[in-house]
Nanobody, 116 residues
Framework: VQLQACGGGWVQPGGSLRLSCVAS???????????MAWYRQSPGKQRELVAS???????VYVDSVKGRFTISRVNARKMIYLQMNSLKPEDTAVYYC????????WGKGTQLTVSS
């Protein structure tokens, strides 16, 4: 399985961005059965879980992004998404996707920079 995240970039505080991730080469039924998640890693910090979504579509968020981020998935496409609104400088990080158990090899992630 290859996890390919994209959609990052530079945005001003208060702005919005949508990240996408595809689990290419994953067997669709295997993808569908997994709780998927978005993670992020800022310079000098450990990678942290940001949001997860069960196979049935139930989301869970870390407190720092509640009310601002929305995770979603399209099982048929083996994709997950992260809609990010009201972005803050502290959201700056490389964003990754993986299963909630971090089961698959990590991809390169996508860089988000929030700065004025």
């Amino acid at each position: 399985v290859q996890l390919q995240a994209c959609g990052g970039g530079w945005v001003q505080p208060g702005g919005s961005l949508r990240l996408s991730c595809v689990a290419s080469r994953a067997i669709t039924s295997v993808f569908n059965s997994n709780t998927m998640a978005w993670y992020r890693q800022s310079p000098g910090k450990q990678r942290e879980l940001v949001a997860s979504i069960t196979s049935g579509g139930s989301p869970v968020y870390v407190d720092s992004v509640k009310g601002r981020f929305t995770i979603s998935r399209v099982n048929a496409r083996k994709m997950i998404y992260l809609q990010m609104n009201s972005l803050k400088p502290e959201d700056t990080a490389v964003y990754y996707c993986n299963t909630i158990s971090e089961h698959w090899p990590w991809g390169k992630g996508t860089q988000l920079t929030v700065s004025s």
